[in-house]
């Protein structure tokens, strides 16, 4: 299955859309993403449709703050049930810890952490946002409102940050610079390794005043009762074995069994008990691959299929016509990148 996040990480896209003058609806439609799908905060989207839709709608209605602009729209509670534990933490170390760990609630390709500081400065930590690229393809829109929202959460919890050191992005500025420092309220460098907040260490001491043992402990026995990490899922491990090897060679049951350090049969039996199999989990694999290539690369489509691991350009056709009912040309021109 491909990655997904909560549809509530849209939060606020269509009344910002409208408000732009522009068709939310039509963008919706143009990444397969049901507008119905956002009415409820727990529904499940691709993660790709979702960052490649805040990307052509930040083009398309030049605007290239967007993914700003929506984290001033959201809070803490588009994370759901992860919210309640966040809040009824004691400290900020310890809500930084749970976030970590539950995050895959919100979306499994989405991760946090508690780093050394990037710039090696004494006292200084590095509060980190990233995404699995592996499962899907850097989003500058959608990294501004991660990184936003997590600034502003942060604020929301604490007060305000003191002794923030700087934002880290990875790409260059979108909007003029005088944008970002309004924002975040501090230095803003552009093109580092990861997307981060560097703080003064003493910030993770934090106490919350909204802290709850026994909420936090409520929160967390839901989590775990009602969330199963998908780490621990043999299809997960499978995925990322075939997402990690695709164009290296003809995908194939004994190789990811012996990187797994399993027998061929007990693979196939676990992934049965999961409700899948090896081929359906590697043709999943290879529709999300390739419709990352397609609608964000202008790879030819020969290419294209050779990363996925198809032979002939022919394959990969028939492919995308039972996976998206439409050619690999008609696909890309919809995500408008050919």
Excluded at 22 to 46: K, N
Excluded at 156 to 180: A, C, D, F, K, T
Excluded at 200 to 217: H, K, S
């Amino acid at each position: 299955m491909a990655m997904m996040i909560r549809a509530a990480s849209l939060r606020g896209f269509v009344p910002l859309v409208e408000e732009l003058g522009g068709d939310a609806d039509r963008l919706l439609a143009r990444f397969g993403i049901a507008r119905a799908a956002l009415e409820s905060d727990e529904g499940l989207i691709p993660i790709t449709a979702n960052d490649l839709v805040l990307d052509a709608a930040a083009d398309e209605l030049g605007c290239p703050d967007l993914g700003l602009r929506l984290a001033e729209a959201q809070d803490l509670s588009i994370l759901g049930p992860l919210a309640v534990v966040i809040e009824a933490s004691s400290t900020v170390a310890e809500a930084l810890t749970l976030a970590s760990r539950y995050m895959f609630v919100h979306s499994p390709a989405l991760s946090i952490g508690v780093e050394d500081d990037p710039w090696g400065r004494r006292g200084v930590v590095a509060l980190t946002y990233r995404k699995d690229l592996d499962e899907s393809a850097y989003s500058p829109q959608a990294m501004e409102l991660g990184l936003g929202l997590f600034h502003r959460i942060a604020v929301m919890l604490v007060g305000s940050i003191e002794g923030l050191q700087s934002v880290e992005i990875p790409h260059q500025p979108l909007s003029p610079v005088g944008r970002y420092l309004a924002y975040f309220g501090a230095d803003v460098k552009f093109g580092r390794p990861a997307a981060a907040l560097r703080v003064e260490r003493r910030l993770l001491d934090t106490q919350f005043a909204t802290a709850d043992d026994a909420i936090r402990r409520l929160a967390v026995d839901h989590l775990v009762g009602n969330y199963p990490d998908p780490a621990r899922k043999v299809s997960t491990h499978v995925r990322r074995a075939l997402a990690g090897s695709l164009g290296t060679g003809t995908p194939a049951v004994a190789g990811v069994a012996r990187l797994l350090t399993v027998h061929p049969r007990t693979l196939q039996r676990q992934l049965a008990a999961e409700g899948t199999s090896f081929e359906a989990v590697l043709d999943e694999v290879r529709r999300d691959a390739a419709h990352r290539y397609i609608t964000t690369t202008d790879l030819p489509m020969g290419q294209v299929a050779a990363q996925v691991g198809f032979a002939e350009q022919s394959t990969l056709s028939h492919a995308v016509r039972r996976w998206f009912g439409c050619s690999p040309r008609a696909l890309r021109r919809t995500a408008g990148t050919g």
